[in-house]
């Protein structure tokens, strides 16, 4: 048996697995088998590539016992282009602004309903079915953009590292379900689509809308950055409302 | 190309400063973005060289929420026993709310005289 070769291998295991280029690209190659998968499957919102990449990896890494930490060194060169991806957002905002600026009306009534539905939804569900006082706290920004979310859990006594899952968690099901559940409600119109999107799952959802259609990536960018300061304001107000 | 890279960081970087000094309830990328989009605004058109960079990052946008994503693993122990009330109230709530923000949405739109015709 060639014990040379198994400790050789070993040895460049180990090498490789301290090194940030393993994760980072395990990362790209996940997310690509799951884009190819989605795009096989005619971009079905059920095929989310984002969904099928983070179940992969959490696999992997638990198999080999590797840390998240670890995992993230190599991952973090990707995480960190998310800031200039949403500051690009501005692009087909400008591009369809005429549009944005007919339905001003229309945007501000749909982002407060919006707003106000997806907090009280949230945290009345969970309260009804038993869970604890500081889960309901955490679930309330479920729908904003993790670091905002993460900021209003704080405010509130909730858990920012629980909301931070349960953005992601949110975004990853709206990204899979809103489609269905907009074709279920009969709402057609691009825009609207792209603002349900966002407003219901941040980033996630922008980013499925952006791939179906740009006037709802659009409109999409849009409702997540309102949405974010929305909440912002209106959650903790209304807690100390009614609480 | 390098330029308006360059010009997108400064966007991000002026947006996290502004809301580290302010403590403004908004991520410093999303005042970014309102940055950005004033200066496309007072200058009235897109450049074809940012067009193309901020597409190339906008294409991939999904990927970049992967990493952020697999951080799950590290917090499900937080759930505790919430596991099931949790799981139901998102599935629930996410759709329902994209669902009514939709609805109302292309409602109030469709009110308006005019805007008809080209909503499909």
Not at chain 1, 81 to 87: F, I
Not at chain 2, 17 to 30: D, I, M
Request: proline share 5%; with cysteine; hydrophobic share 55%.
């Amino acid at each position: 048996m060639p014990n040379e070769l198994q400790s050789e291998l070993q040895d460049v295991w180990v090498y490789l697995s301290a090194s940030p280029l393993l994760h980072l690209t395990m990362t790209l190659a996940a997310y690509q088998a799951g884009m190819w998968i989605y795009k096989r499957g005619g971009m079905n919102p059920l095929l989310n590539p984002v969904l099928f990449a983070v179940v992969m990896l959490v696999a992997i890494l638990m198999l080999t016992g590797t840390s998240y930490e670890t995992f993230f060194e190599g991952a973090q060169f990707v995480h960190f282009l998310l800031g200039p991806a949403t500051v690009s957002l501005a692009v087909p905002l400008y591009r369809q602004f005429h549009r944005v600026r007919e339905s001003a009306l229309a945007i501000a009534v749909s982002l407060f309903t919006g707003s106000a539905f997806a907090a009280t939804s949230a945290m009345g569900i969970s309260w009804l079915l038993g869970a604890s006082h500081r889960t309901i706290i955490s679930i309330g920004p479920k729908s904003v953009t993790a670091p905002v979310a993460m900021g209003i859990s704080d405010s509130l006594g909730g858990l920012p590292s629980l909301t931070a899952v349960l953005v992601i968690a949110t975004g990853i099901l709206g990204a899979a379900l809103g489609p269905l559940a907009l074709n279920l409600a009969g709402v057609k119109d691009w825009a609207a689509r792209g603002f349900a999107m966002g407003t219901g799952a941040h980033g996630i959802g922008t980013a499925r809308a952006l791939q179906v259609n740009e006037v709802a990536g659009a409109f999409a960018g849009l409702a997540m950055g309102l949405n974010a300061l929305a909440t912002a304001i209106l959650l903790p107000l209304a807690w100390a409302i009614f609480r | 190309m390098l330029n308006y890279l360059t010009l997108i960081f400064f966007c991000q970087l002026v947006g996290e400063a502004f809301v580290a000094a302010t403590g403004l309830p908004v991520p410093g990328p999303v005042l970014g973005m309102v940055l950005l989009f004033a200066g496309l605004s007072i200058r009235g058109s897109i450049p074809k060289d940012l067009d193309t960079v901020s597409g190339a990052l906008l294409s991939n946008l999904s990927l970049l929420f992967v990493p952020a994503g697999t951080g799950i693993m590290v917090h499900l122990s937080l759930l505790a026993g919430d596991g099931i009330a949790v799981s139901v109230a998102l599935v629930i709530s996410t759709m329902a709310t994209i669902a009514v923000t939709g609805l109302m949405m292309q409602a109030l739109t469709r009110k308006k005289p005019g805007s008809v015709d080209d909503a499909e």
